[in-house]
């Protein structure tokens, strides 16, 4: 069988859902008990944290969480979080669709009240927007979700959020990915919403699932310390090796196009559970390859296009944008660590520095720039898997 380049099955890149979703079932499945109380009993559940590297399908699964509520009448929004936007303009901004979508799908006189008490919170935070068309005549519900407070009003939206979703039958989903973005202040106001939304005595139908890299956890318990208490926290990592064969796998089987043993062994080899790798291998051994089934040697090309691709498009990107000295500490983290976390203590001995407090300045750039992460405290590690084995090839 001749292997047609154009149906290439793989999809490498930041997001996209690849063609077989292998090892995320539980997690999915898990989330549909949660929508059907939400529906059935009108109840909601824990707000879900989603935290790992970069590159293991985060994003995808917000995607995936959105899809299976997109149809079912829910108020929904996605949004991503910045050190750059305010959160709460962020989040009123996606509202604004949501609230506009659920006019088109629910009876306006049940939707009033929310569509007030949302109004008056955009204007608060971004006046421009609070005067956008939420696609129904509402008048603006005054003392509610408008005292500026961040906290307050977010806690305040979210109970009438709850409210109008009860009445409605259905839930509301907030997804926000990169929430390790968010300001520590805006970190503090979330956990104290989501706080407040579980203490009644049946938990209204609101959940949020924020996604972020493994520090998360850490930054929300440092914001207020409930937080490891009040999230269900859901670390999302390699893929196990049978989820990583048919990661690979797969999609070629759907087609009809084989992989020897020795040929998918290599590949999964390199990938090393990555699900990231394993599309970008997959993708270039797809093409390097002329027939079925695939063989080594087609393994062994498509890993050299891979390995370039990594380094021209996720790899030299992040080095480049390092200055000298966040480069020396990034090197020094590579001969160390390579893809494990190492102490600070250690990376001051190795870089000859007296104090760790002298790469303070170094490592927090590199944290703020999203190319090392904190996983506890004293240490740090690469926030992409197979960045130090690239630093060690560079001259």
């Known amino acids: 069988m001749i292997v047609d380049p154009i149906a290439n ?21 898990s989330f549909e008990v949660v929508r059907q109380r939400a529906e059935t009993l009108g ?8 935290n790992g590297r970069r590159g293991v399908g985060k994003t995808v699964l917000l995607n995936e969480l959105w899809t299976q509520v997109s149809g079912r009448g829910w108020i929904s929004a996605k949004v991503e979080a910045s050190w750059h936007v305010p959160f709460p303009v962020v989040l009123a901004k996606a509202l604004v669709q949501a609230m506009r979508t659920a006019t088109g799908r629910h009876p306006v006189p049940k939707l009033r009240r929310l569509l007030g008490v949302f109004q008056a919170f955009s204007l608060k935070v971004d006046p421009a927007l609070g005067l956008v068309s939420l696609g129904a005549d509402v008048d603006l519900v005054k003392g509610v979700a408008d005292t500026g ?10 109970q ?10 259905i839930g509301t989903l907030l997804l926000v990915d990169e929430l ?3 300001k520590p202040d805006e970190l503090t106001a979330i956990n104290m919403a989501i706080h407040q939304l579980g203490q009644g005595p049946t938990p209204l139908p609101v959940m949020l699932v924020g996604a972020g890299l493994p520090s998360l956890p850490t930054q929300l318990g440092e914001a207020t310390s409930y937080a490891e208490r009040l999230y269900d926290y859901r670390a999302i990592g390699l893929l196990d090796p049978p989820s990583a064969r048919l990661a690979l796998a797969g999609p070629t089987s759907d087609l009809g196009v084989a992989w020897e043993d020795d040929a998918v062994e290599a590949a999964l080899t390199r990938a090393g559970g990555y699900p990231y790798f394993l599309q970008a291998i997959g993708k270039h051994v797809w093409d390097s390859a002329r027939t079925s089934p695939i063989t080594l040697e087609d393994v062994e090309v498509g890993l050299r296009f891979a390995r370039e691709e990594l380094d ?22 590579a001969v160390e660590g390579g893809d ?10 190795a870089t000859g520095r007296k104090k760790t407090t002298d790469l303070s300045v170094a490592r927090n750039e590199l944290i703020k720039k999203g190319l090392v992460y904190p996983p506890e405290r004293g240490f740090i590690a690469f926030t992409v898997p197979g960045m130090g084995e690239f630093i060690l090839r560079q001259e």
């Open 9 to 29: 099955p793989y999809r490498p890149g930041a997001g996209r859902r690849p063609p077989v979703l292998a090892g995320r079932q539980p997690l999915l499945d």
């Open 43 to 50: 109840e909601g559940d824990r707000s879900w944290i989603l």
């Open 149 to 158: 407070r961040l906290g307050d009003d977010l806690t305040a939206l979210l």
């Open 160 to 169: 009438v959020l709850g409210e109008t979703s009860a009445d409605l039958g």
């Open 180 to 182: 390790q973005e968010a």
């Open 312 to 333: 021209d498009g996720l790899y030299r990107t992040r080095w480049e944008r390092a200055t000298p000295a966040q480069r020396a500490l990034l090197r020094a983290l």
């Open 340 to 349: 494990e976390p190492v102490t600070m203590a250690e990376l001051a001995a």
